[in-house]
């Protein structure tokens, strides 16, 4: 059975860092891009990066180039999100999402792990 | 950016009726759409995908169509389980951009 289990949200101040994982299991990981997808409370969805299976490729969304960084360890079968110089509108729940085999849409999504940005 | 625009934002309907999503594109995304399910308090969940393709184990009676820059969802024969919010999402170019949803309750 695949699983996505996001872990490393919180409560942090602005400007700060924050490093959240994704542990994957049920799937050969190093053979699927990742993403992670952004919801803020009670808003939609949002795109924040991609990472290619290998690691060689990774795309932002303009808002969080600079200040995230996508990353991944196969070995491990866990993918990460970087995020610096915090922002309150960087306040959401973070999705771990597996890109389908063919195309960028995610067939399986972890549970999410929610980010609060405030002092 | 590929913006696209949502329709409704909410929808009341009852129980065995047929209820349609609608999603549009800036721009033709050439059948590069998916439509996702989010039940309260859950994660999105693939309903549709390359526009009219079902995912394994979403019931016959979710279906997609559509072309160029208008796309819909369709829900035949609503049952209770099926209230939740929709979205679609365009992969034809990045960034990757999702609609602003449309959620569905029953009357």
């Known amino acids: 059975e695949v699983q996505l289990v996001e872990s490393g949200g919180g409560l942090v101040q602005p400007g700060r860092s924050m490093k959240l994982s994704c542990a994957a299991s049920?799937?050969?990981?190093?053979?699927?891009?990742m993403a992670w997808v952004c919801q803020a409370p009670k808003k939609g969805l949002e795109w924040v990066a991609t990472?290619?299976?290998?690691?060689?490729?990774?795309y932002y969304r303009d808002s969080v180039k600079g200040r995230f960084t996508i990353s991944r360890d196969n070995a491990k079968s866990t993918l990460y999100l970087q995020m610096d110089s915090l922002r309150s509108e960087d306040t959401a729940t973070y999705y771990c999402?597996?890109?389908?085999?063919?195309?960028?849409?995610?067939?399986?999504w972890g549970p999410g792990t929610m980010v609060t940005v405030s002092s | 950016d590929i913006q696209m625009t949502q329709s409704p934002a909410s929808l009341s309907a009852s129980l065995g009726e047929t209820v349609t999503i609608e999603c549009r594109a800036s721009?033709?995304?050439?059948?590069?759409l998916a439509w996702y399910q989010q039940k309260p308090g859950k994660s999105p969940q693939l309903l549709i995908y390359?526009?009219?393709s079902l995912h394994t184990g979403v019931p016959s009676r979710f279906s997609g169509s559509g072309s160029g820059t208008q796309y819909s969802l369709k829900i035949n024969s609503l049952q209770s389980e099926d209230v939740a919010s929709y979205f679609c999402?365009?992969?034809?170019?990045?960034?990757?951009?999702f609609g602003s949803g449309t959620k569905l309750e029953i009357k």
């Open positions: 999402a597996r890109r389908a085999n063919w195309d960028w849409y995610f067939d399986f």
């Open positions: 049920g799937f050969t990981f190093n053979n699927y891009d």
């Open positions: 990472i290619s299976y290998d690691g060689s490729s990774t």
């Open positions: 721009e033709d995304i050439y059948n590069g």
């Open positions: 390359n526009a009219n």
């Open positions: 999402q365009q992969y034809y170019n990045y960034p990757l951009t």
